[in-house]
């Protein structure tokens, strides 16, 4: 299989990538979905109340009174060729609110990085001021490199492929129409990827948790604030 001279660099620059001791982050590393949350500084655990909630708080769909289609393109790292595309839908229902969604990383005939997703989320207590909902997201991660040449032995490489399944558990709290705490356990059970040799093992798609918190002090400004932990063991 013959590759322009751009298509080989990159291709050799995200081996690199992934063979760097540091590969606890090499695969699916966290990303932007939604412009709401670029302007919040990714803080957005307790106020992801739209299509982007599948993402960041599947609890937050359930706040949702109509239906809402995200879509958005970027191009990571500024780097020609890299791309990263997201897609969802997400409805409110008479028993919940449901999401799907699409998320996609990758440089066009070299790696693809994709996960699907589908949340669950319904309010489970309303009384006086408190409001409490909570989401359940299943997802599947995918990751694939295409066939290539190896330049150093010319060899053919037939494309590898590997595909895990995971899941989100979240919760979200309101307090009136101000104040708003949410946290999101996402990537349970830390699936692992080992898909180049002598990557030490492979590479866990680590559990991360989110706590977050708004303050909502006037129609127009909020104030939120989340910490993350990640667990890469």
Known sequence: ?????????????????????????????????????????????????????????????????????????????????????????????????????????????ILSEDTFSLALARDIWDSGPWRVAVGATGKLARIGFADYTDRTTSDDVSGISESHVTADASILLRHGSRFRFGANLANIGSPSFDLVDGSSGGTDLPTVLRLGAAFQWNPESIISMDIQQVDED
């Open 1 to 109: 299989m013959i590759r322009t001279a751009r298509s080989a660099l990159l291709f050799m620059a995200l081996q690199a990538a992934l063979l760097y001791p540091a590969t606890a982050g090499a695969y699916f590393e966290e990303s932007e979905v939604g412009v709401r949350s670029v302007g919040f500084g990714r803080a957005f655990t307790a106020i992801a109340d739209d299509a982007s909630a599948i993402h960041w708080n599947a609890a937050g769909l359930a706040g949702m009174a109509r239906s809402q289609v995200l879509l958005a393109y970027s191009r990571p790292y500024n780097v020609e060729g890299l791309q990263s595309n997201y897609l969802s839908l997400a409805m409110p229902l008479s028993f919940a609110s449901a999401g799907i969604s699409w998320h996609h990383f990758g440089a066009a005939d």
